[in-house]
């Protein structure tokens, strides 16, 4: 006890007992330690999209490659002077050599690097025969895509008649076809170590045709709907099966109405962009991104994917990080190419008017090339 003399007073100070915390237990330091590192992963998370959503894309100038009025014309001269019946599917092989199915004129053409056009299959008759024989003298029933391998090989899904017509050397034959499996094949895509996919929108499946012919079963049960992500891909059903598209890696998209499917080389298939439910063109994070019927795809050596949102009217770039742009088309429709360019002519492709646009390709110089009904775009990275 202590004591206090103030003005000759004396009190007796208490001593004060002061109490000490006691020391945090191992277990809430834990818990305090795993707070901090949460907060800080989701807020890094956030960081990373908002910064990938923001990212910028590269502007693409449009210009005239072919067409541009309905009608058949212009073999053996210029294709920008040629005429088309719905230009549907594109390939593009290593020299640059594009492959156009003419759908409604029933014929494949072909556009040299130099910008010459020539018919190399069909006659323009509705009908499938002349296998065996030069392709320019055999039928085609609306042939709807096309898909070229690296020997030259040309790969065509005829629609109508529910085969796959192979073309060698100037000489056709049927690769595959008429089959339950193979009903109104709408898309084509070389496969790794040979044969082809085919996206199968009769029967809501995407199948692998053996160089042989032989036709297997790949993603879709038949039935028609939305099926799950990170099952076996033969085991979930498709709904609207349009195009697909193979990348570097032997990973397979597929175009399925309003969201895009990957297929991993263990046949586990995933929802890349999109979803059940359609909407407008709004880009940002893939998964929330909103399409209006997908009826084409292609893949870049990058591993982003192109993709025609035919119904919305534009074309679309899902990056390798996830994230939707648009690149082409500004939602309005209108239906003549010609009345927007002309030959030698380039506008920011963002600015152009497009209508259901129905094919993409990508040629080895990264240009991006959209069939837009009866004209054939070429998109350019400015």
Known sequence: MARQITNGATAT?????????????????WVIAFLIVMVFLIDSARCQTRLASSAPVAAYGASLFAGGE?????????????????????????????????????????????GQITTIAGTGAEATG????????????????????????????????????????????????????????????IAPGGGVFVAALGCNRVVRISPRGAIQPFAGTGQSAFGGDGVLAVNTPLNGPYDVAVDSLGNVYIAEFNRIRKVGRDGLI??????????????????????RNIY???VDRAGNVFVCDTNNHV??????????ATIAGNGASRYSCSGQLHPGESKPAMALDLIAPSGVAISPAGEVYVSNGDCILRLTPR
């Open 296 to 298: 084409a795809l292609t």
């Open 130 to 189: 002349g296998d065996g024989g030069p392709a320019h003298l055999a039928q085609l029933n609306t042939p709807s895509a096309i898909a070229v391998d690296a020997a030259g090989t040309i790969y065509v899904a005829e629609l109508a008649s529910n085969r796959v017509r192979k073309i060698t050397g100037g000489v056709i034959t049927t690769l595959a076809g008429p089959s339950d499996l193979l009903q109104a094949p709408k898309g084509i895509a």
């Open 13 to 29: 100070l208490r001593r004060t007992r002061y109490l000490r915390s006691s020391p945090p237990s191992l277990a809430r330091i």
């Open 70 to 114: 309905k009608g058949f014309s212009g073999d053996g001269a210029e294709a920008q002077g040629a005429r088309f019946n719905d230009a549907a599917g594109l390939a593009v092989d290593r020299a640059g050599t594009m492959y156009v199915a003419d759908e409604h004129n029933h014929r494949i053409r072909m556009i040299t690097s130099a």
């Open 315 to 324: 074309v679309r770039r899902i990056s390798a990080a996830g994230v939707v």
């Open 270 to 291: 995933t929802t890349i962009a999109g979803g059940e439910e359609q909407g407008s063109a709004s880009d940002g994070p893939a998964k929330a991104a909103r399409f």
